[in-house]
């Protein structure tokens, strides 16, 4: 007895203390990929440019260098060569198209696609009127920040607001409405 009361005075348990401080988050933009979406008359970069703007406002997203691009043009009808992205680092790719319909109307499609997994992570097609592609290219940024973020967008938003103008005894007031991004 006398050395079991010896053995538990003299020995104290190992004991180790681990400390771990939270205090803030750590949220690095996703490095996304967005080459100019194909089109006969231009209006693919338009809206293709328009869709990198807003993400990138969003600060989730840092849109890749166009530079940088290994494949200038991507088939949206196939799947793209997955590791000319990730050698750039892009976690995602959207390759999109845009055609003109016999009745005028634009038809806008895009896929968005997981670089590493090598998997298509959404695709949709939008028709619209020509003079209507801001507004498109503000639902496939909402598609894809939903589809990423889990969370609605909100690219596709307006603006109302009052302008004023004139002296102070001829005031003209203005209902104006805007883009969210200012257009």
């Known amino acids: 007895m006398v050395l079991a ?9 190992a004991m180790a203390l681990v ?3 939270i205090n ?3 949220v690095a933009p996703m490095p996304i990929a967005i080459p100019d979406f194909s089109s006969k008359n231009g209006i693919g970069a338009q809206i293709s440019a328009v869709v990198e703007a807003d993400l ?5 997203f840092a849109p890749v260098n166009h530079g940088a691009f290994i494949d200038k043009n991507v088939n949206p009808d196939q799947a793209p060569n997955m590791q000319n ?3 750039l680092n892009a976690q995602a790719l959207v390759v999109g198209r845009i ?3 016999a009745d005028g109307r634009l038809r806008a499609e895009f896929r968005l696609w ?3 997994a090598g998997q298509q992570m959404s695709g949709q ?3 619209t009127q020509p003079e209507n592609w801001r507004r498109v290219a503000h639902i496939i940024a909402d598609a894809i920040y939903e589809r990423i973020t889990g969370e609605k967008g909100y690219f596709d938003t307006r603006i109302v607001f009052v302008s004023e103008s004139g002296s102070k005894t001829d005031r003209k007031h203005q209902l104006a409405i805007m883009d969210q991004d200012g257009a």
């Not at 990138?56 to 989730?60: A, C, P, V």
């Open 125 to 127: 097609q939008f028709y």
């Open 99 to 101: 055609n003109q319909e």
């Open 114 to 116: 997981d670089t590493y």
């Open 56 to 60: 990138k406002r969003s600060g989730l």
């Open 85 to 87: 992205w990730t050698v």
């Open 19 to 21: 400390e771990i401080n």
């Open 5 to 13: 009361a010896m053995v538990c005075t003299f020995s104290t348990p």
């Open 24 to 26: 803030k988050g750590n």
